[in-house]
């Protein structure tokens, strides 16, 4: 059965951080470039960053760059997703999902971030 699980969410202060794990079974992660998207309350999806298979190349959103990073590890069949000086307007649910700048959101539930004081 192919899933993605997503984990690694919950309420932080204005500048705290948070990694996101994403795990993968039912397939090889190795095998595909990956993505974060995110859900804010009221708003459509939006790309947050994206990695290669191989996890040599990545992107990300304006609105993340210098402050997320997006990493796997292909052994694990996991990704990440470090995020680092999070501001409220990251408040939103965290899904991965497969393939680069995915417009959709994956098999999993997502995992909540809130960003508040």
């Known amino acids: 059965q192919v899933q993605l699980v997503e984990s690694g969410g919950g309420l932080v202060q204005p500048g705290g951080s948070l990694r996101l794990s994403c795990a993968a079974s039912g397939f090889t992660l190795s095998s595909y470039g990956m993505s974060w998207v995110r859900q804010a309350p009221g708003k459509g999806l939006e790309w947050v960053s994206d990695?290669?298979?191989?996890?040599?190349?990545?992107d990300y959103a304006d609105s993340v760059k210098g402050r997320f990073t997006i990493s796997r590890d292909n052994a694990k069949n996991t990704l990440y997703l470090q995020m680092n000086s999070l501001k409220p307007e990251d408040t939103a649910v965290y899904y991965c999902?497969?393939?680069?700048?995915?417009?959709?959101?994956?098999w999993g539930q997502g995992t909540q971030v809130t960003v508040s004081s």
């Open positions: 990695i290669n298979s191989g996890g040599s190349s990545t």
């Open positions: 999902a497969v393939g680069r700048r995915a417009t959709t959101k994956g």
